[in-house]
T-cell receptor
Framework: NAGVTQTPKFQVLKTGQSMTLQCAQDMNHEYMSWYRQDPGMGLRLIHYSVGAGITDQGEVPNGYNVSRSTTEDFPLRLLSAAPSQTSVYFC????????????FGPGTRLTVT | KNEVEQSPQNLTAQEGEFITINCSYSVGISALHWLQQHPGGGIVSLFMLSSGKKKHGRLIATINIQEKHSSLHITASHPRDSAVYICAVRSSGTASKLTFGTGTRLQVTL
């Protein structure tokens, strides 16, 4: 099993550009989530999904969109990148909800100039 | 005040020392996770606890629900234990949300 994969590993964007961060898992997990990690702060939840076709907002959803058309994939879209979105982004998955072990992807380091 | 507080923020130990990292939280929870973030950035789940104590190799995690406190212990520490250790809680009634502490950076030297 590949586990949770994320692409790209690094990305530099200019303000206003859009892009999609990819996340995929091959463990048949229902629950998938996106977090951002900023210096001096804990990981913060952006969006999450409890199954295909179901998504919901976390604590910092503004500027991001998600969709879950399959169990395996959970892409995160930045609609119009801003310098405040410079961060490291982690995708995670687990069975059903967060009372189960969470498996994290390797992260995407995004810089917006 | 953050919902999840970890202490210490930074910790330096010599190889072989017994290490304790603390996590206090202010809300009712149904689960607590301990995670390890390697210097390269990858995050690995160490434990998920809802009560009592769990042990895996040299790592021991305990939780006291009444006192809203958990500890992660590392026995016979080794330089490869150097990492950031993160505590996260699942609040009661919020099955899909984890709240994370800011982490404890551990450096184990020879």
């Amino acid at each position: 099993n590949a586990g949770v994969t994320q692409t790209p590993k690094f990305q530099v964007l200019k303000t206003g550009q859009s892009m999609t961060l990819q996340c995929a898992q091959d463990m048949n997990h229902e629950y998938m989530s996106w977090y951002r990690q900023d210096p001096g702060m804990g990981l913060r939840l952006i969006h999450y999904s409890v199954g295909a076709g179901i998504t919901d907002q976390g604590e910092v959803p503004n500027g991001y969109n998600v969709s879950r058309s399959t169990t395996e994939d959970f892409p995160l879209r930045l609609l119009s990148a801003a310098p405040s979105q410079t961060s490291v982004y982690f995708c995670a998955s687990g069975y059903r909800d967060t009372s189960y072990e969470q498996y994290f992807g390797p992260g995407t380091r995004l810089t917006v100039t | 005040k953050n919902e999840v507080e970890q202490s210490p923020q930074n910790l330096t130990a010599q190889e072989g020392e017994f290490i304790t990292i603390n996590c206090s939280y202010s809300v009712g929870i149904s689960a607590l996770h301990w995670l390890q973030q390697h210097p390269g950035g990858g995050i690995v789940s160490l434990f998920m606890l809802s009560s009592g104590k769990k042990k895996h190799g040299r790592l021991i995690a305990t939780i006291n629900i009444q006192e809203k406190h958990s500890s992660l212990h590392i026995t016979a520490s080794h330089p490869r234990d150097s990492a950031v250790y993160i505590c996260a809680v699942r609040s009661s009634g919020t099955a899909s949300k984890l709240t994370f502490g800011t982490g404890t950076r551990l450096q184990v030297t020879l």
